[in-house]
Each structure stands twice: as C-alpha cells, then as structure tokens.
C-alpha cells in the first residue's frame, strides 16, 4: 500500500528540519503516538495507538534512518508488531523538504506500508483512507509546533 | 476475556457502557459477532441490548411521523408497510442488505453504529432525513442523519452512548428508489443511490453511499435540480456536484475511479427506474 | 468401433440411469462425517502460527510464553521436522517452514491444545525472529539478473521430469509442432494479443482440515479432507521421512476439493504435531486461512498469436506463457505442461508451437485448479478464433466445425483422438441458442470450444463378492461429492448384472484399498471406472467357473443373468451368486475376488511429429469436448454482465449417471462464470488483500442464470469403461472464452484481462463509445 | 478464561442445559459441546451460510449467535426436523433432483428452505434464489437445488 503527500509549512527548512528530526517535537505530531525512545544515533522505538472503527491497535514500532541528507532528505525504514504480535507492519519511508519561493517548506513524504496478520485481512481502502486523515492530523499539530497557521 | 451483560434498560446499557473502559454494546451481532471471530475486535465486555423492552419495532407516532427502534431486525424494516412513499427508499434498502437470513439477525441500530461506509442504511436514512436518538451517560440527544458521520467508522457517537431510535418525518407521496452496485447479490456496496421524487415531480433527494466516509447528500443542488428533472443538463450538473464531494477509497470492490463514474450514472439510472415505475 | 455395451433387453443395469448418489440421504439428513465432526478420545486441537513476511530468514525461535499457556501439550516448528521435502514434480517443500519463509501466511509453528481457542491464543505468543529478505512478487522480477532466490537449493532438489530449473525458473517447456515461423507467410489473417488472468480461489466449502493419531507402535493414522489419500500418504511420508508402511491415511466424506485438496495442505503439520503431542491432534483451517495456506489458480500471462486464410482454415498458432508458480512448485509444472498441451484447442493447427516458463515468487502456492491451466489459455484462445472469424466474415460456429479435430487426429506433439463429439456439442448449442429470446431482443451471444482430457497415472480395484452374493468394491478413490463412488458401483453392479444397491462402495484407506493417484484429472469415471469393469469381470469368470461346477456342464454354456444368477444357455435351471459364493466361502475354491490395476500408458508425445522439451505428463489421456454459448446482458449503470442463458453441451463417451453429469456442467458453469465475471485474489505488495468471503466474493444463486441447458453428446470412446469419459472439468474450461466474446458483442470491446468486472466492461463501452 | 455459565435452551424439542463462555457462539456450542455437527464452520463470518440453524422458527447464523443469548430459546437442526412434514419433503426432493453433492452447504441450505416453504407454501425460483442467497454451494450451480425446493413445494401443496 502506497501512501504519499505534501504539504506546505510556512517556515524555514533549516527550523522544519530541527524539529522533524527531534523526537520529543514528533511524539506531539503523531497522532496516537505514545511516546518515542532514541535507541542509537539512527534507531527510534516508538509506540503508536490507531483506532479504525470497532478496531483498536498498538503497535510497537522500531524506526531506522537508513539515510538523511541534512537539510532535505531522510530516507527510513519502520517495522513493528502489534503487541499480541498479531499482526505486523513495516514499511519503507522518504520524507523530502524543499524550500518554497516564498521561503517557506514544501515537505513531501512517500511511504511503502505492508500490513500482515489479524490487520492485514481487512479492506485495504479503508486503511489508506485513515493514513491520509492521520497525515492530516499530523500537519496539523506540526504547523501548531512551529507556531505557523495553514 | 469477554464478559456478557444483559441490561434491561437503556438507563442501565449506558450506566455498564461506562463503568467499564473497554465495553461494547452488542445489538443483533452480525458485524459484531464476526469481526470477533475474525480477531479483529477484542473487548473485556460486551453489554447486550437484546433484553431491553421498547427498542425494537416500529411505530407510527401521533403526528404522523414514523420512529424505528434501534434493535429492529432488517427484515422487519425491510416488510414494514408503514415505510411508504418517500419512505420506501428504506424499506427498498433494508430488502438489499445481505441475505434473508442475516437480515433475520442485524439491527438497524447495530449497522448504522458500525457506519460502514458502504453498508445500506446510512444513504437510503439520509434520504429520508433521518433523526437518531442517542442515549449515553449525559442523557438523551438527537442528532440528524447528515451530521452523524464524521469521517471514515467515525460518528457522532461518544464514549458510552448509544442509538436508541431513528425518526423519520411523516412519509409523503413520493415515488422512491433505492440501487446498489454491488459484485454480488449481498455484497456491500461498491457504490449504491438513494433517490426519492415527489409526485409532483418538483422535490428530489437524493443520497449517494459508499463514496465517502458517509452518506452524500446536496440539499441546494437538490433545490436546484427541482423542476428539471427531465433536462439531462441539469441533472448531470447535479450529480457533478455529489461526484465533487465523493471522497472514494479503492478496495477490492473497485477503484475510486469507478465509483467517481458510478455516481453520475447511478443516479440517471434511478431517476430512470423511478419514471419507469411511476408512468 | 466395438463397445462393451450392456444387454439392452437387461433392465436391471445400472449405467445410464440417474441413481441417487449413494451418500445423498446422510447428507440430507445432516448425517455425514467431514473432517471436523470427528473426535478420538484424549484428541487436542492444532492451530498455525503463519508467517508475516513474504521472505526472511528464520533466525531462531522462542517457545517459552507459548508452551506455559493454558492447555498447551506440544509445538512444533521447523527444527521438527528433518530435511525431507515433497512435491508432486518438484520436491521442493518441507513439512512446516524450514530456515525461511517464502510467503505471507505460510505454516511457520504449530500448537497442540486442549481446545482450538486455546491453541489460537498460544500461538500468538511464540515469538520467532526473522530476517527479511527481499520479496520476489512478480515472474518478470523473478528473472531479473541479480533477483533474490526463493530455492537456493534448486539445483539439487528431486525432479520427476526435465524441468530446466535454475535460479527462481522453477520450470520450462516448449512444444513444436510443424514450422509456425514459416507459416504466417502464408496467412491472410493474423490476430495477436497479450492476456492476463487472475488467480482464483477454490473455496471449497468445506476448509481443509486433518486429524491424525499414534498407536503404540508409532504407526501413524491419519483422516483428512483430501482428494487422493495415497497423495497425502506419499506427501506426508516424504515431508517427515517416514516409511509408507507406517502411515495410514483415510478420508472422511470430503466437501469438495476442485483441485485444492489434491496435494497436500496440513497433513503433514498435523501428523508431526500428534507424534510429537503423542495424543491424536485435529487441525482445521478457518476460511482466512484456507485462503491464505494452501493453493488457488495461477494468474497467466498469455501472449498468442494465431493465423489463418481467408477461407476460415486455421494455419498456424504460437502462443507463450509466463506463469506465477507462487513459493513452491506443487502442480505448477504440470499446469503449465498441460496449459500449452492444450493452447491450440480442439482444432487441427498445422503449426503450432507453445513456450512457457514458470517462475517462484514469494506468494502462496498456486496448483491444480478445475481446468488445470486450460481455462487461462483458452481465454485468449477462442476470443481469436471468433477475431478471425469477424474479420472474414464467417460465423462463430462455422469457423469452429471447419477446423475442429476429427476422430483419428493426433492432438497437438502426437496423442490419438479415438472418439470426438465436437460436432455433436456444437450442433446442439447453435440448435438452442439460435431461436430468439422470448422477449424478441438481440441476443448478446458468446460460444467458445474445448476439449479436456480424462486419464493418468495408477488405478486400481477390489470386487470382492460377500458370502450372501453382494458385493463389496473397494477402489481407493476418494468421492469429493461429484459422486464418484456412486458412478463406479453403478459400472460394478452393471458388469455384475445386478441390482444397483447391492454394491457396497468401501472408504478410501491406504492399507485396505488398491492404489489411487487421486480425484483429479477427471480422470476417476474413465480410469477407475475401468479396473472396475475388469475387476467385476474377473468376478463373474469366477462365478463362472463355480456354476460350471455346480452345474456340471463346461463354463461357455453358461450365461450371467440379471440380478446375480447364472445359468444354463437354453434352460431355466441356474445357481444364484448366494449359492455360489457360499460355496466359494466354506468349500471350494476360495472366496471370489476380482482385482485390477492399471496404469494409463498412451504416450503423449510422438517424437517424428513433434519437439517437446521439459513435457510434465509423458501420458496423458483420452479426450473429452464440449461446447458453450452464453446469452449476457450488460447492465448500463455499472457495466456488470450478468448471464441470462447459457448451453452447456459436453461429449461425455457415455454418461453412466447423466444427472451427475448435468451437475457437473451446471457446477462447472457456475465456477467458471464466477472466474470470468468477478472472482480474483488481490494482492496488496506482499499481503492477500481479500482472504475471506466477505471480500473475496462467489456466485450466489442470484447471480447465476436459472437458464442453464445441459446436453450430453456420447460419443464413446473404445477404452472407457461402457464409452465413458472425464465430465468433472470440461463445464468450466469454455466459460472466460465464450464470456469474453458475448461481450465483445454485446459491447464492441474486446477484453485482455481476466476477470471481466463492471469497471472493465464500463471502461471497454465507453472507449467503444469513442471511436 | 471467563468463567462458563449455564444456559438452558430447547434444543430439536429437548431441553438441554450447556456450559459456555460468555463469548462462546451458538456453533460452537453445538459443535464443541453438544456434538450436534449438522451445523457447519464454513467461515465463521456469516456469509457461507452452512452453519444456519432455526432460532424461534427463523433462520439464523448460529456463527453470529453468542449461546448466551439463546437462553430460553428454540433451537432446531436437521437433526431435529426429522418429523417436519416440509423438512421430509425437501429432503426428498434434493435427493431426487440432484441437489445434494459435497453436502456441506445441505444442511444450512435446507434450514433456509425450510423457513422458506413454512412462510410461502408455492414460491416462484425466484423466490426460492432469493430465499436461499445466503447460503453458498460451490458444487451444484444451485440449478438442481431451486428445482428440489420447487418439486418439494409441489409436493407439499398437493
């Protein structure tokens, strides 16, 4: 499953970039994220609660930066498991931040999601549909991090 | 595991609703049912309303307006003759929803809870506009059909509460219609229209389902269409105004892109079967 | 030709008559035993672990949370199982994931508990740390240079044939025949395309499941849903390393298979799990997993090319094939084999070749499938006869009689056409099609022609006559429901002469019942329905010889007669098969047991007409045709096909239970509009997107037509037994070809993929619209 | 585990008191318990329909039914149809007609017969493909069971 946006922040790359890279500013951002650990320079672990429908998961996440190119490019890799183990998510991930004319930060992201287990057999629609609202979500609390409105 | 509660009151469901964190009420079981066995919900208990007096059935109320208890079955939905008019949309629909056997088992209440998006109700209910009774620990409150739906298996239902009933205003003499696209008989909608036309041939409603989170109704495009019905112009400017507020997810069922080219045609398609069956 | 019919002044017979199937009444009466309704005392239940990756190294497993768990008595994973490894054509699968996994949902660990809940929830909590690797989820990926390899050890696996394995090509044929290219010189017409189909799905109603106990010896009992029990003892010996001799495998009444049961699926998990539990363990697979763990149909893409002269004849074709093999060959060589065997179709092509290549993936195995490969290609096959046809003008039917093969023909690389009612099929499909609909409309129609063949491997039976006279036929075939123990004790009572009921059918057991391959092939009516004929012969010879005793006169005097008497050419005087059997019992002779076993042994490749390289089956069969119109409406709104008529007409030899093979076309019909129409298995990357019925839909008695018209042409075939032949595939195979082309009436738009939905067929008027 | 509880329900015209867990379903009830095996797992989802049984003269899933909330109920299988006048009939007439082959669907299809034949004595076929839409057989074609309940409903009306 392919999830991909952009949106715009109006703020400068360089400060977008701090704060996409500081997990304390992320654990506020992601919605249903219950906190994030930094293992090692490029291993996170992270625990993010969805909710779709009558359907309730905790994933136990593990996020390794495979790359980053400061202050543009981070490519990473996110695999978990729901507690229960019953189901298992990974996914590969690109987050790109361009500056815009108007010297703000047009941030691209892109992500490669497989869902397996008791998750796994349920329509793939509706999934897609919740990782858009949940990136919608996100942009939200970001563009409130950073003080700048949309 | 679970535990199974049998309140006998609506008072009593929404006191054990909140007393324990991860409850679940529990109407006819259809959905419920399978998507346990299925390992997709899990829930420490499950607070049964199938004891509790006065929430199934339906009544004519005083004033002419029709009220359907949350724990009424499909099939009595579906054979009630009280839904007429601009009313039988719903009766149509109920009649669609999976087999006869499960419409033996679920509940409106149950379905429209669940508010899957390409299940049969929501539509052919924001048709009618439908007004849900919701009882929870703050007490009673109605919300209408249109705002019930807030985004994908999201409604306007809170921790705790539940639908107790749907009221829906006296039916009126309208020819009305009700159509899924569907893979096979029983499936949920790939995409399905609800359409009801008044005798006159002047008031049009119209809800699209399964294209969206919820149901997709225009009021104002549907004032405008009045009186032109027969102007295909018209109509195709209607249904690009509904198509322009689609929201379609691609499953296995079909692609956005299909359910985008469905609308238009679905609803020419009843507009024609409502003609064909009124002339 | 000269056939073995029976008596016609003999009423008591048996062939040709619609009997009910002797299991009907239990099944009626709820009364019939599938795999989950038996019980042995002290039995556990099982439940798998799958795997969540499509391909990853299995680094080591945790069992301890899981083995504490409630009612937990044994596990096992693949450090259980040894090195052996199964396969039908390629011996490439351990019992249970072993060192890695190659699919999302493959068997990686097992449990054994009190109950099935409890099983469930232990083996959530085994924990097994995986390394993943690369996934292949495509042929052509599979073939790039430098792509990860599924089968590291391929080179070194056992072959039951030429497969020209190496890297992730899990196998390869060609077949030539004449020159193909030198001939489209010589065409007026040349039609070519490239065809997808998707995978299908069985979805037999009954999931698989198994139920397997130790004695005190260690010899191993095991019942199972299955189509062949001698399949499943091989499979489960070979995967475990166990001697056949201590392995006995049975079957319960079975909820039908269409190729999905035929080799293995749990059996072997389920026999390590009890030996390891040392109590009796039952599996059952729920929906999700059936889906998921064992096979479906493969998804082909076919490129074809075919030419012909103005005049309708039929040159030469060329077709090539890329198959998806999934992560373990199973019937995937041989489906591909007999998909080019038969890409041609039932026409007599001077020049013909057929190239395919077979790859691994890491997706869930795909194997035999009703049809068998045939249906994939005929999809693209017929809708170009009917192409060259539009194109000079000539008629569906015409086009299909002037090039179709004759009796006498060699199908394509060499096998003998002895019987065809081809003609008969097509006949009495345009007869009924042609008349208009009772609403005076157009017709949108849609014919398509197929042959499929009935035969292979090893058969055999018992006829053993009781002390009382009635008969006890063992055969070791497994009844799926089609009804096969019915047609054989109907082939047994009328070689016996007698009364239909008095034929008792045994239960397929590997240490009672002769050797079977399987149920599969449609091949139990024509190769078992032979060793019963000959067994109930050397039965009667028996008889023979005892009354002549009894009789006192020399054996050619006598004569069987109806209802189990022989007697005296001329007189009345005669002993009855009591009489004589009772003798045999406690006297004379020995008891009276006929036994047959056959192997099917045609060669199918003729090498002075033909090149073949990497051919599956070096012995095919005898071939069975059939004919099939549909009349389809399209709906407007959403472009969905619906079928409102359709003629089934199949050349069948001679159909020994004509209900039962009317069934057969209405079922295999039904199946196939299913394939053609909507059924697919989507996968989402990796992951099945679709495993359950609420996502993954069949036809339901509302999207069928009610207007299914079967004809039975019998042209019988020398070597059958009373002319019969194979009924069980040959209703599905025609059904994507001739839906195809009602479409492409109906619509103007020819359609390349598989499966004609809504969307496809809204999309091809609109672009037909267009131009 | 939750504790078990016990229910009493009429089960083919007896009263039988069963154990189950709260989230114990009438299937598995019926199967794991009382061993009555008519009733099949086909896929747990409410959508094959071989698990059909007859709950107070309707047709229902029993996978879809928790037990516990068939305390006090009538519950009714092939098994306890063996004296049902239309039961006999349709027994009889998918015998004959060919509409038995895997049989695994059988029983939950005759419970939707059944049901069919005691509400409308002489449906149309396309009342009976409408009735019997929930109940899936991947052998038949469904052509020779629409004919079994057509002949049954004959028969009955004579």
Not at chain 2, 186 to 196: I, L, R, V
Not at chain 2, 246 to 255: E, F, H, I, K
Not at chain 3, 355 to 374: I, S
Not at chain 3, 416 to 439: H, T
Request: charged share 25%; hydrophobic share 40%.
């Amino acid at each position: 499953m392919k999830i991909a946006g952009e949106f715009e922040i109006d703020a400068p790359r360089a400060e977008v970039w701090e704060k996409v890279r500081d997990p304390q500013v992320m654990v506020q951002c992601i919605p249903g994220c219950e906190g994030i650990e930094q293992i090692d320079a490029t291993t996170y672990r992270s625990q993010v609660s969805v909710k779709v429908g009558p359907i309730k998961a905790t994933f136990n996440l593990k996020v390794e930066v495979v790359s980053e190119e400061a202050p543009h490019t981070v490519l990473s890799r996110t695999s978990g498991e729901e507690g229960t183990r019953a189901s298992v998510v990974s996914s590969e991930n690109v987050l790109r931040l361009a500056e815009t004319p108007e010297g703000g930060t047009l941030v691209s992201y892109e992500a490669d999601v497989s869902m397996t287990g008791r998750l796994g057999k349920f329509g793939l629609g509706i999934f897609r549909k919740k990782a858009d609202q949940l990136a919608g979500v996100f942009v939200e609390n970001f563009r409130a991090k950073l003080g700048v409105s949309a | 595991m679970t535990e199974l509660l049998f309140p006998t009151t609506v008072e009593e469901a929404v006191a054990l609703l909140a007393a324990h964190e991860d409850a679940r009420p529990i109407a006819g079981g259809a959905t419920l049912v399978a998507m346990r066995n299925a390992g997709l919900v899990e829930s420490t208990h499950l607070v049964s309303l199938d004891r509790i007096a006065g929430l199934a059935g339906i009544v004519r109320l005083e004033d002419g307006r029709i009220r359907i208890g949350a724990m009424t079955k499909h099939a009595e939905t579906a054979s009630c003759e009280m839904l007429s008019g601009s009313l039988e949309v719903l009766r149509k629909a109920a009649g669609m929803i999976a087999n006869r056997v499960v419409r033996n088992m679920g509940t409106m209440g149950g379905s429209v809870a669940n508010a899957d998006p390409a299940a049969d109700y929501l539509p052919a209910l924001a048709c009618c506009d439908a007004v849900l009774t919701i009882a929870g620990p703050g007490g009673t409150r109605e919300v209408s059909i249109l705002d019930y739906v807030e985004d994908w298996y999201e409604t306007a239902l809170g921790e705790g509460e539940i639908i107790t009933a749907f009221t829906l205003p006296a039916p009126y003499a309208a020819a009305s219609s009700y159509r899924k696209i569907a893979r096979v008989s029983g499936d949920f909608a790939t995409a399905s229209c609800a359409m009801a036309l008044e005798a006159d041939g002047q008031g049009v409603r119209v809800a699209i389902g399964a294209c969206g989170p919820g149901p997709i109704r225009d009021p104002e495009a549907e004032a405008a269409l009045c009186g032109h019905l027969g102007d295909p112009e018209a109509v195709a400017t209607f249904a690009k105004a509904l198509a322009d507020q689609a929201d379609p997810v691609d499953d296995v069922r079909g692609s956005a892109e299909y359910r985008l080219q469905l609308i238009p045609r679905l609803i020419s398609g009843v507009l024609n079967d409502i003609s064909k069956e009124t002339v | 030709m000269s056939l073995d019919q029976p008596n016609p002044s003999f009423t008591g017979g048996a062939v040709g008559k619609s009997v009910p199937k002797v299991d009907s009444l239990e099944k009626v009466q709820g009364r019939a035993e599938y795999i989950a309704d038996l019980y042995r005392p002290g039995m556990l239940h099982g439940a798998i672990l799958a795997s969540p990756y499509p391909h990853a190294r299995i680094l080591g497993y945790d069992l301890t949370e899981a083995l504490a768990a409630p009612g937990v008595v044994a596990i096992i994973t693949g450090d259980d199982v040894g090195e052996g490894r199964m396969g039908a054509f390629i011996k490439d699968e351990h019992a249970i994931a072993k060192g890695k996994v190659l699919y999302v949902g493959e068997p990686v660990a097992a449990v054994a508990a009190r109950t099935e809940t409890e099983a469930r929830a232990a083996c959530r909590l085994i924990r097994v740390d995986y390394e993943e690797l690369p996934a292949i989820l495509s042929p052509e990926e599979g073939l790039e240079e430098g792509a990860a390899i599924l089968h590291e050890k391929l080179a070194d696996y056992i072959k039951v044939f030429d497969a020209g394995s190496e890297g992730n090509l899990c196998s390869r044929t060609e077949l030539s025949e004449g020159n193909v290219d030198g001939a489209w010189a010589g065409c007026d017409v040349i039609v070519e395309g490239e065809y997808t189909t998707q995978p299908q799905a069985h979805v037999s109603m009954e999931p698989c499941g198994a139920l397997a106990e130790v004695d005190a010896n260690g010899r191993v009992t095991l019942w199972s849903a299955n189509q062949s029990v001698f399949r499943v003892q091989a499979n489960v010996c070979e995967s475990l390393s166990l001697p056949m001799s201590k392995l006995r495998s049975l079957t319960p009444r079975v909820g039908a298979g269409f190729g999905n049961k035929m080799e293995p699926h749990i059996q072997p998990i389920t026999v390590a799990l009890a030996m390891k539990a040392q109590r009796p363990v039952k599996l059952i697979l729920t929906r999700e997993e059936d889906f998921e763990m064992v096979r479906a149909r493969h998804p082909f893409k076919v490129r074809m090319k075919t030419g012909a002269k103005k005049d309708g004849t039929l040159v030469a074709r060329h077709c090539e094939v890329l198959v998806d093999c999934g992560a373990f060959a199973d019937d995937s060589p041989g489906v591909m084999g007999y998909a080019l065997l038969m890409c041609g179709g039932p026409y007599r092509f001077p020049h013909m070749k057929a190239e395919g290549r077979l790859v691994y993936t890491n997706k869930l195995r795909f194997g035999a499938f009703r049809g068998f490969g045939n249906p994939q290609v005929l999809f693209a096959g017929e809708q170009q006869i009917d192409q060259i046809a539009e194109r000079i003008g000539m008629d569906p039917f015409a086009i299909r009689r002037k090039n179709m093969v004759r009796e006498g023909d060699r199908w394509f690389v060499g096998p003998e056409i002895a019987s065809n009612g081809l003609a008969g099929c097509l006949d009495a499909v345009e007869q009924a099609a042609k008349l208009p609909r009772a609403d005076g409309s157009a017709r949108n129609f849609g014919l398509a022609v197929t042959a499929h063949i009935s035969g292979l491997l090893g058969t055999g039976a018992i006829v053993k006559m009781l002390e009382d006279g009635t008969i006890s036929l063992n055969t070791g075939a497994t009844d799926i429901g089609q009804g096969s123990d019915t047609v054989l004790a109907q082939i047994c009572a009328e070689e016996l002469k007698l009364p239909f009921d008095q034929v008792a059918v045994a239960s397929p057991d590997t240490d009672g019942s002769p050797y079977n391959w399987g149920t599969t092939a449609s091949r139990v009516t024509y190769t078992t329905g032979r060793a019963v004929k000959a067994a109930a012969k050397k039965v009667v010879d028996q008889a023979m010889e005892q009354a002549a005793e009894m009789l006192d006169c020399d054996v050619d005097e006598l004569e069987l007669r109806e209802g189990g008497r022989i007697g005296k050419v001329g007189s009345n005087s005669d002993v009855t098969f009591a009489q004589i059997s009772g003798r045999a019992h406690w006297a004379v002779g020995g008891p009276l047991v006929g036994s047959e076993t056959l192997v099917f042994d045609q060669p199918t490749h003729d090498p002075k007409r033909a090149i073949a390289l990497g051919l599956p089956f070096p012995r095919i069969g005898v071939f069975s045709f059939a004919a099939l119109g549909v009349d389809v409406d399209i709906d407007e709104v959403s472009g969905q096909v619906s079928v409102r008529e359709a003629w089934s007409a199949a050349d069948v030899g001679r159909a020994i239970n004509p209900k039962l093979v009317e069934v057969q076309l209405h079922g295999g019909f039904v199946q196939g509009l299913g394939y053609s129409l909507f059924e697919e298995m989507v996968w989402d990357g990796p992951r099945l997107a679709n495993p359950s019925l609420m996502d993954y839909k069949v036809p339901t008695m509302r999207d069928v037509p009610d207007a299914i018209h079967t004809y039975i042409i019998e042209d019988p075939d020398p070597t059958g037994p009373f002319g019969a032949k194979g009924a069980g595939e040959i209703g599905l195979n025609a059904a994507p070809g001739a839906l195809a082309n009602a479409v492409a009436q109906a619509t103007g738009f020819r359609h390349n993929h598989l499966p004609l939905t809504g969307e496809r067929v809204l999309n091809g008027m609109l672009a037909a619209e267009k131009t | 585990m939750a504790k078990k509880m016990l229910h009493s329900l009429t089960l083919n015209g007896e009263e039988v008191e069963v154990a189950s867990a709260p989230e114990a379903t009438l299937l598995e009830t019926l199967r794991e318990d009382l061993r009555v095996l008519s009733s099949k797992r086909g896929c747990n989802q409410g959508v094959c329909g071989a698990c059909t049984v007859i709950i107070d003269g309707k047709p229902v899933r029993s996978c879809l039914t928790l037990t516990a909330r068939c305390e006090g109920h009538d519950v009714r299988t092939v098994e306890g149809l063996s004296d049902d006048r239309i039961l006999n009939a349709l027994q009889k007439h998918m015998v004959e007609a060919g509409g038995v082959q895997c049989g695994f669907c059988t029983g939950g299809m005759l419970m939707s017969a059944r049901n069919l034949l005691a509400e409308v004595p002489r449906p149309s076929r396309d009342a009976v493909k409408s009735a019997l839409s929930g109940n899936i057989c991947r052998c038949t074609g469904y052509r020779t069971i629409v004919d079994a309940v057509c002949g049954a409903a004959e028969e009955l009306a004579q």
